[in-house]
């Protein structure tokens, strides 16, 4: 058959289909519209439907009934039009696009084949009997991801079937017409996805399904490993490949997973807003998203003012000349090791024989019950009884001396005066409280001395609620103390650590540790310690209704932070994705190979998955960033041609304002959507924008820590917040060597670099970085400026 023909006929099926779907849709907008009118009309007569009568005793059970019935059948009404309108949705994205994919899939033992088409979703012909298209997460879809026309197989719910792929067919169909088809091998079109990936880019991030690669289908479609981790060079397809998955697995899944099972902790709270229409185009509910500093937020942000990783990271990358630095480097290495984690759980256990720290039990500057009796009534449980539980005997027993100290405050003057003062609501209030106690029976102040005894007693009772409150939660424990005393007590920490030596600048990190706490500061590296010490305490506070937590950037956690996790969340399954190359914080984890992510579940539960073929940048900028980190010689760019990055030395920074306006101003003028003007830190990025906002006639955005929204055009950014994103065009505010040199900052410099699409200009306020002179210039071009006078 002849292309033509081939051609024709495909429209024809289009023409068809499409046909169906629309008549699907009008049929579907008819329910829907009479079960919103019907939905509408029966919330208005609700009240009418229900028999109301509340006269008699016996009519208020009749009527609960009436209204309990009348709310399902509300409820059930509501439900068949949520129904109705999610299939209307899936038909009207069908519509659009209504399939990308064709294998023709011969099974062994049959002597025709089948042609399967691959849409976002599945739809039944007229008679319901068959598929015209199938859902791209069907077990049969798998053939089109995974094999290459010749013999295959695959699994379904009912066993393995196994026979040939005689073809592979890919579209690109829009409203109705096929604007592209060719046939394929292996890979899923290169063409194709040399179409998808040459567009501009977007401000939300975009599905794959139609071009989804055979090594991101592992990623997908894995759902038997408790800990998938995804070591991936930068713009592999990692964030992608976990938003395809959750949508494989809430699909495969569907009778008992929800989308609120789920959830995604970030880098930071712009990428959140980056990848959520994904799923929603994919016709799924969004999992949860949230951030680990969001969470860190929530447990201690009351008691402490909390340090956030960016902060760290500025200090990491600007402080250099400070006094401190080294001590604070050491400091953070050592408080997110494992051997941390193990100090602290030790610590704990040596509490068992002594050491345990508690708050005395005040009462208006009075000590009620001191701290040296707790102490003592603690130890006295006994060596058997478990340090929770010991916990919990204590807190009764404070309970009890805390209502016999109330009952010899009953006639304290402070009660007196708080009697005096009384309002007449306080007296309607104690008297309807006391006879709630009494269920109902007829009781009156007649006596003025019970009177004044119940009162007292209210009052008396009321003033030390919190207090019963502090104890009952445990808070008489003193946590702050006992973290404190880690780093108070030199010969404990080294008896601590066991074999291992005491971290460098020791003495400089307790004295750090301990003004900070004395503050109620607490520096990011402190916060997960200080957490665990307390959970280890007081009871884990755990999370058992997630059964799947992805972790992207999983490299930015350190080993202590994964450990937590993994108490945290114990019925989850793991997916860590994240670049040991785009390890930008001191605390980062290794991916592959032994390490702690790796250890978490051990090597049995554990599958790493590498991903090598970088998608988002031409092939030119990833030959030149792949040669900053190591290893970055297996890193494979897509065949994709773009121009080579260049590098601009100038001289001054009116010089270099110069070029990088100029810059700009064509790239906006050439249609480029969305340009990133990367700096190092937060601060440098406000300097750069407030100048180009002089410069520019719309000014740039700025992106901050707290920016929710990614939106296109000119931005300017700090590196570590541009993290997981993209942009079509990328400008380095300054790649010279007095900016990037240190080897914590090549990660850094790599991570801004590789966010570039289409084109990516380094300008170089002086010499370049030498993690760009260090390589060969056949990578790059340069453009010496120094010479020249800005006009
Ligand atoms: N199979 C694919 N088909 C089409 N586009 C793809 C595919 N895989 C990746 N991409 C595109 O490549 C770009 C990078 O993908 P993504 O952001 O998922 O990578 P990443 O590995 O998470 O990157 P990084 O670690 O650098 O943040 C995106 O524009 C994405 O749409």
Redesign the pocket.
């Known amino acids: 058959m002849s292309t033509e023909q081939q051609w024709n006929e495909e429209q024809q099926r289009v023409n068809s289909v499409t046909d169906l779907i629309e008549h699907r849709i009008t049929a579907l907008e008819e329910v829907a519209g009479s079960f919103r009118g019907e939905v509408v009309e029966m919330r208005k007569e609700f009240w009418d439907e229900v028999t109301m009568n509340f006269s008699e005793a016996d009519d208020v059970g009749e009527t609960s009934t009436s209204m309990r019935q009348q709310s399902q059948v509300l409820s059930d009404r509501e439900r068949s039009h949520l129904n109705t309108a999610a299939a209307l949705d899936k038909m009207k994205r069908l519509h659009h696009s209504p399939y990308f994919g064709r294998i023709d899939f011969k099974e062994a033992g049959y002597a025709d084949a089948e042609r399967i088409y691959l849409g976002i979703a599945s739809l039944l012909d007229e008679q319901e009997e068959s598929f015209l298209i199938y859902d791209w997460r069907a077990p049969i879809s798998n053939l089109y991801y995974d094999g290459a026309p010749g013999p295959i197989s695959y699994r379904t719910p009912s066993g393995e079937i196994s026979g040939e792929i005689e073809m592979k067919r890919q579209f690109v169909i829009r409203d109705r017409r096929i604007r592209f088809m060719f046939d394929t091998g292996v890979t899923i079109g290169d063409q194709l996805?040399q179409a998808?990936?040459s567009r501009t880019?977007d401000a939300q991030?975009?599905s794959?399904v139609a071009?989804?690669?055979k090594e991101?289908n592992r990623i997908i479609r894995n759902d038997r490993t408790r800990m998938l981790i995804v070591q991936?060079?930068?713009?592999?397809?990692?964030?992608?490949?976990a938003l395809q998955r959750v949508a494989y697995l809430l699909y495969k899944y569907r009778e008992h997973l929800q989308a609120d099972q789920m959830v995604l902790f970030s880098p930071n709270p712009m990428f959140n807003s980056y990848v959520s229409t994904v799923l929603p185009e994919l016709g799924e509910e969004n999992m949860l998203q949230t951030t680990f500093q969001e969470y860190l937020e929530r447990r201690l942000g009351r008691e402490y003012q909390l340090e956030d990783p960016f902060i760290q990271l500025e200090y990491v990358l600007t402080a250099m000349q400070e006094p401190e630095y080294d001590a604070r480097m050491s400091s953070i290495r050592f408080k997110s090791s494992a051997s941390f984690q193990k100090v602290i759980t030790r610590y704990k256990e040596s509490m068992l024989s002594g050491g345990m720290k508690f708050k005395p039990v005040r009462f208006q500057g009075k000590v009620i019950v001191d701290a040296e009796a707790m102490a003592e009534k603690f130890y006295s449980f006994g060596s058997s009884v478990k340090l929770v539980s010991r916990l919990e005997l204590l807190r009764d027993w404070l309970l009890k001396e805390l209502s016999a100290f109330g009952k010899s405050e009953l006639n304290a003057p402070w009660v007196d005066q708080q009697l005096d003062v009384m309002e007449p609501e306080d007296l309607q209030r104690a008297y309807q409280r006391l006879k709630r106690k009494q269920k109902g029976k007829s009781h009156t102040f007649d006596d003025f001395q019970q009177e004044r005894e119940i009162l007292a007693r209210m009052v008396v009772s009321d003033r030390l609620k919190p207090l019963r409150k502090w104890i009952k939660s445990l808070r008489f424990v003193d946590i702050r103390q006992l973290y404190a005393n880690l780093f108070q007590d030199q010969a404990q920490m080294v008896r601590l650590l066991e074999n291992e030596p005491l971290p460098a600048h020791w003495e400089a990190i307790s004295t750090m540790t301990l003004r900070r706490l004395k503050l109620q500061e607490l520096a990011y590296e402190d916060i997960t310690p200080y957490l665990y010490l307390r959970e280890l305490l007081l009871g884990f506070h755990i999370n058992s209704g997630i059964r799947h937590v992805i972790i992207d950037e999983a490299q930015d956690y350190s080993a202590f932070q994964l450990a937590f996790m993994k108490r945290l969340f114990p019925h989850a399954k793991i997916t860590a994705?994240g670049?040991f190359n785009?390890a930008i914080y001191a605390h980062s984890s290794v991916l592959s190979g032994t390490g702690p992510l790796s250890d978490l579940y051990g090597p049995e539960n554990t599958e790493v998955i590498e991903?090598t073929r970088s998608?988002?940048s031409t092939m030119e900028i990833v030959e030149f960033t792949r040669g900053m980190v190591p290893g970055g010689e297996h890193i494979i760019p897509f065949n994709r041609s773009g121009e080579k990055p260049k590098v601009i030395v100038t001289a001054d920074l009116e010089q270099h304002m110069h070029h990088i306006t100029a810059d700009l101003h064509h790239l906006i003028e050439q249609g480029y959507e969305s340009v990133a003007v990367i700096c190092k830190t937060a601060e440098e990025s406000s300097e750069v924008h407030a100048l180009l906002s002089q410069k520019l006639d719309t000014a740039p955005k700025l992106i901050k820590k707290t920016t929710l929204a990614f939106e296109q055009g000119v931005h300017v950014v700090p590196a570590y917040l541009a993290?997981?994103v993209?942009f079509d065009a990328v400008l380095i505010y300054d790649g010279s060597a007095a900016a990037y040199s240190h080897e914590q900052e090549r990660k850094l410099f790599y991570t801004a670099c590789?966010r570039a699409?289409h084109l990516l200009h380094v300008y170089c306020l002086g010499k370049p970085s030498p993690f760009i002179s260090s390589q060969s210039e056949e990578w790059y071009e340069v453009s010496n400026m120094t010479a020249t006078r800005v006009e």
Not at 234 to 241: D, E, H, R
């Open positions: 996805l998808v990936l880019s991030m975009k794959i071009t989804i690669q991101q991936g060079a930068a713009g592999s397809g990692k964030t992608s490949a994705l670049d785009q991903l998608y988002r993290k997981g993209e590789t699409m």
